[in-house]
């Protein structure tokens, strides 16, 4: 089962501009977590927030959770043609072990 | 960070054959390893939990008949699709966490493109 909800589902942008993505959940959490995945490739952990959190930054991302929403957005700033690939939000599961995967967006950026 | 390697990259198998998909963590050992399944343009699902020495738990709606999975030691559990349909062909990926950190970040294997002809 799917945890959440990503939007916009797809979004394409111009090399230098930011792309914001939205992800929402549904049950409470200890964090959250966002991965990226380049086509047809494994996933890569970009940053994880605590649910105690309210903003973390790494590099040019920038994550923030507002758990009285349930929802979490992750920025990424100056945007390259490389930062082009989908991006996931993932949250534990009930057991608190396997991760829980929104649908995604599809990032596309162009140069 | 962790490595997790899954092998193979790609298969094409006939119907009604089975293949076998192996995940290693190379360089940490992990109790539980995870194995998920993509379709193509939408998330990743998750499939079963693979525990060390014991049976593995399935989500709902997976065959665990058909999808036999296999978690021997503490680097490594295989994924056995069997008699393969064209349906089965998909993208598979597992993940394991390091048990010695307690850790929360998941590390996945490059993935396995099953195509069933």
């Known amino acids: 089962s799917q945890q959440g909800e990503e939007d916009p589902q797809a979004l394409s942008i111009q090399e230098g501009e930011n792309a914001t993505m939205n992800c929402s959940y549904k049950t409470s959490i200890n964090n959250l977590q966002w991965y990226r995945q380049n086509s047809g490739r494994g996933l890569v952990h970009l940053i994880l927030i605590r649910s105690n959190e309210r903003e973390k930054h790494s590099g040019r991302l920038r994550v923030t959770l507002d758990t009285s929403k349930k929802s979490s957005s992750l920025l990424i700033t100056a945007s390259r043609a490389a930062d082009t690939a989908s991006y996931f939000c993932a949250t534990g599961n009930q057991a608190g072990t396997a991760l829980i995967f929104g649908k995604g967006t599809t990032l596309s950026v162009s140069s | 960070g962790a490595v997790v390697s899954q092998h193979p990259s790609w298969v094409i198998c006939k119907s009604g054959t089975s293949v076998k998909i192996e995940c290693r963590s190379l360089d940490f050992q992990a109790t539980t390893m995870f194995w998920y399944r993509q379709f193509p343009k939408q998330s990743l699902m998750l499939m079963a939990t693979s525990n060390e020495g014991s049976k593995a738990t399935y989500e709902q709606g997976v065959e665990k008949d058909k999808f036999l999975i296999n978690h021997a030691s503490l680097t490594l559990s295989t994924l056995t699709v069997t008699s393969a349909h064209p349906e089965d062909s998909s993208f598979y990926i597992c993940?394991?966490?390091?048990?010695?950190?307690?850790?929360?970040?998941?590390?996945f294997g490059q993935g396995t493109r099953l195509t069933v002809v």
């Open positions: 993940s394991a966490r390091d048990r010695t950190i307690g850790g929360t970040e998941a590390f």
